[in-house]
Nanobody
Framework: QEQLVESGGGLVQPGGSLRLSCTASGFSLDDYATAWFRQAPGKERDRVACINRWHRTSYYEEAVKGRFTISRDNAKSTVSLQMSSLQSEDTAVYYC??????????????WGQGTHVTVSS
């Protein structure tokens, strides 16, 4: 069974950092573009960042540029999101998603269960 499992969420103070990880099971994440999305309470799910198969980052949401970094470790079939200078506006459930193909322009077809990130003092 193909699955994505997120980890690394939690409570952090404003200005702090967190590193989220997305690990694939049942398949190799190497061949696919992978993205992080987030959904804040009462808001729609937005794409935060995406990285294609060839390690080239294709997209960052404007609000996180310069603060978040997406990366992948194909040997571990893992995609990570390093988040720094966190703000209360970053509070959300963060989801990892795999694209249908190697590029971020394609639809996302497999989703993790989400991990909560709360930024609060």
């Amino acid at each position: 069974q193909e699955q994505l499992v997120e980890s690394g969420g939690g409570l952090v103070q404003p200005g702090g950092s967190l590193r989220l990880s997305c690990t694939a099971s049942g398949f190799s994440l190497d061949d696919y573009a992978t993205a992080w999305f987030r959904q804040a309470p009462g808001k729609e799910r937005d794409r935060v960042a995406c990285i294609n198969r060839w390690h080239r980052t294709s997209y960052y949401e404007e609000a996180v540029k310069g603060r978040f970094t997406i990366s992948r470790d194909n040997a571990k079939s893992t995609v990570s999101l390093q988040m720094s200078s966190l703000q209360s506006e970053d509070t959300a459930v963060y989801y990892c998603a795999r694209a249908y193909s190697a590029t971020c322009e394609d639809k996302f077809v497999l989703w993790g269960q989400g991990t909560h990130v709360t930024v609060s003092s």
